[in-house]
């Protein structure tokens, strides 16, 4: 467990780019189906402070439980920031950019090239995992950057883990037939089982070149860990993981 700068948004102090988790201290930064979106809006721009981003500019995903990537190029800002459709990867080059994915349980992955001054960011559930939403980001990366898989450091942010994830047998054989980590990500329980998908995303991180001693797991359970919104946990809301180009 890394060290953490632990208030209403969590930063890890050794990660090399300015970024940031929101708590339930903070409050639910979903505008679907919030009673108050004026509070939200003003929760957004508390992050926004916290973590010293525009949030004018800031790029927030429209998740669809993917590997699409976007790579967010725009320099004129909109008030309260932009949606990017139908993505769960994002990256920029832009100083001063910031990229937002939504979570409760899924898995947060901010990633950074300190040489290259480029950064991306994934939203990755049991579906963007199966396809390699891991392996995409860091595709990414080198594809619009020319970022080099060994340099990336990677944050793997607060997620549901492989104790409390049970799922059924349909999520088991699509594992089994189309992903090679899946024997150790997956652990047997009767006819589920138990599905480590932080495990799984660090070996598609692995596979595609980067350092394991590159990767820091925040290793925060969002449904044991009252901090985080959490859907199984029964915590209805989201938190944003937010990650700035340097
Ligand atoms: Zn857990």
Known sequence: MPAVRDVAVLSVATFPARHGFSTTELGSMGLTQAPDAAAVMERRRQLAEAVGFDLNRAAFAEQVHGAAVHAFRRAEGVPGGQTVRRTDVLTSDVPGQALLTFHADCYPLLVVDPARGAVGSAHAGWRGTLDRAGEALVLAMREAYGSRPEELEVLVGPG??????????????????????????????????????????????????????????????TREDARWFSHRGGRSGRFLAAIVVP
């Open 160 to 221: 549901i883990c492989g104790e409390c994830y049970e799922v059924g047998p349909e999520v088991v054989a699509a594992f089994r037939e189309r992903l090679p980590e899946a024997d150790r990500s997956l652990r047997p329980r009767g006819g589920r089982a138990a599905l480590d998908l932080a495990c799984a995303l660090k070996l598609q991180l692995e596979r595609a070149g980067v350092a394991p001693d590159h990767v820091t797991d925040l290793a925060a359970c």
